[in-house]
Structure formats: structure tokens, C-alpha cells
């Protein structure tokens, strides 16, 4: 639907047609999708919402998403058009900088923010060079994601042993690796701390880090005031490693979670993570 629109639909009539859809998701409250953005955002939002400011920050999530796919799909195919959606900042120079290869390799993680894709889409264009580890088999939407990635230069990596693997020994060459480290992983065996919870995000991340010898950096996505894309990225964060495997991932990722929470509590509207963070309840 978003690609339809973006393509074929003004980007200010699309605007509305996405607020009207936002005002109908937000009612259905039993549909699983609505109660996991409910969920979330209340955490994000540290449980201090009332009923009706949690019924309108949710409302604006799903304004956000819907704004994000228009905006990525109405200008992916246009360099000039992709460059007047960013914010041209230092931190997207030094972004680009860092996936050179005659750079030391990097790890960047993210939060779902903002329009990562779009963010990504407007870097690539400007040479930005990263192999971005995906879950391994995505459904249509990703599937549609993946392949706007691959449009503008970077190596889409499918998670799985060979790939973890090929990931080390780009970064170990001075590639960059990039994925997001806020989407929960059914069955994890760790629990990492998030908003003052346990929950089983991904931590892997941290050991591969570890082999490559390398820092992990965040990056995040908002929207401003003035409607651009802006992206931050934190200092370089050396991994600690450990005897123990288990509490590397631990100390090493709760390190980096710190930093998403603080981004996510910047702007917790822009938080665009529609799998329950915690399933368990």
C-alpha cells in the first residue's frame, strides 16, 4: 500500500490517506499489531501515559511509519530528490567516511527509527558502502526493503552461520556490517535489560564485534521539526571481552542499549517496532 501511494499519489495527498488509516488502526484494539504498539509505547514512554495521551502516541507511531514508507517509496529511484528529504549533517559524513575501506572496520547498530531505509537509501547514493545483516527469511515487506537496499549499493546478508561468518572477515578487512539490535528474538537464552525489563533481544552482534576486533557504533533516525531525516551517530564503543561468553553479551550489549534507550526516549513517537519487545507480557 505504501509503495502504491508513494509511487502514484501526491506526497501531500498520500499525508492524509496515511492520518486516515492511522485513526482506524488505532481503534482496533484487539488486532495484535495495535496491542504491540500499545505495549511498546507505554514502555517507551516509561508507563507515565494517560489512556488518552497512550491512544494518541500511537496514533502518531503509525502516522510516522506511514510517512516514512511514503517518503522512501515516492523518492528512492531520484538521487536529488533522496538528498532534499536528509538532514546534511557531520555525523552522515562521518557515516559515509567510516565505510571506506581504507578505514578500520565498524559494526553499526540501530534502533527502528525514523526512516532508516530512506536514511540509507540517500547515503548509499553518496557512496556509502555497508553489507546489512537482515533475518533470514523475510516476508513480503522486507522482501520489497531488501531490494530498494540492493538498488542503491549495499549487500543485503541474510543472518545465518555462513553469513556470520563472512561478516567478521569484512569488518576484519575494514568493512562495515550494519543491523538492528530492537527486534526480540522468540526463545532467546540470555535476557538483556531494556526500559528497566528483561527481554530476548539480540546480542550476538557483540561477539562478532568481539572476533573482529572492532567498536560498535549506534546510529538513529528522527524526523525533524522541519520534516528532513536527521541521523545521529554515537562514538566509537570498544567491546569488553570476557571469559565468560555469556556475560560478555551481556555487559558489552547493555552498553549499546543504553545509548538506543536514550534515542528512542528523544523521540519515542519515531519508535517503530511493531514485535512485542516483551513477550512474556
Known amino acids: 500500500m505504501g509503495l502504491f501511494f508513494g509511487q502514484y499519489l501526491p506526497p501531500a495527498l498520500s ?7 492511522a485513526t482506524l488502526l488505532v481503534r482496533m484494539k484487539k488486532l495484535s499489531l495495535v496491542q504491540t504498539v500499545f505495549k511498546n509505547q507505554q514502555i517507551a514512554h516509561d508507563n507515565k501515559l494517560s489512556s488518552k495521551e497512550l491512544h494518541q502516541a500511537v496514533k502518531n507511531v503509525f ?10 517509496y515516492h523518492n528512492f529511484k531520484n ?4 538528498q532534499q528529504q536528509i538532514f546534511d549533517n557531520d555525523d552522515l559524513k562521518k557515516l559515509i567516511n ?4 581504507d578505514t578500520p572496520g565498524v559494526f553499526i547498530v540501530s534502533p527502528h527509527m525514523g526512516s532508516f531505509d530512506l536514511m540509507l537509501a540517500a ?10 545483516l537482515t ?8 522482501k520489497l526493503q531488501n531490494n530498494i537496499r540492493t538498488m542503491n549499493g549495499l549487500k543485503i546478508m541474510p543472518i545465518n552461520s555462513i553469513n556470520y561468518q563472512k561478516a567478521i572477515k569484512i569488518m576484519v578487512k575494514g568493512g562495515m556490517v550494519i543491523t538492528a539490535v530492537d527486534r526480540p528474538i522468540p526463545g532467546q537464552k540470555h535476557k538483556l535489560e531494556f526500559f528497566n525489563k528483561p527481554c530476548p533481544l539480540p ?16 546510529v538513529s533516525i528522527h524526523k525533524n521539526s522541519m520534516g528532513f531525516y536527521k541521523l545521529k551517530l554515537s562514538e566509537p564503543i570498544p567491546m569488553v571481552p570476557m571469559d565468560n561468553p555469556e556475560q560478555e553479551i551481556i555487559y558489552n550489549a547493555q552498553i549499546i542499549l543504553k545509548k538506543i534507550e536514550d534515542q528512542i526516549r528523544a523521540y519515542p513517537l519515531q519508535w517503530q517496532m511493531f514485535y512485542p519487545v516483551y513477550p512474556d507480557g
Not at 15 to 21: D, E, G, K, Q
Not at 98 to 101: D, F
Open 63 to 72: 502516522i510516522y511509519a506511514g510517512q516514512g514508507f511514503i517518503d522512501l
Open 98 to 101: 567510516l565505510s571506506k575501506n
Open 203 to 218: 546480542g550476538g552482534y557483540v561477539e562478532m564485534a568481539i572476533k573482529a576486533k572492532v567498536p560498535v557504533r549506534v
Open 123 to 132: 547515503a548509499s547514493a553518496r557512496g556509502l558502502k555497508g553489507n546489512v
Open 79 to 82: 538521487y536529488d530528490a533522496l
Open 135 to 142: 533475518i533470514e527469511n523475510p516476508n513480503s515487506g522486507y
Open 15 to 21: 499525508y492524509l490517506v496515511i492520518n486516515f488509516i
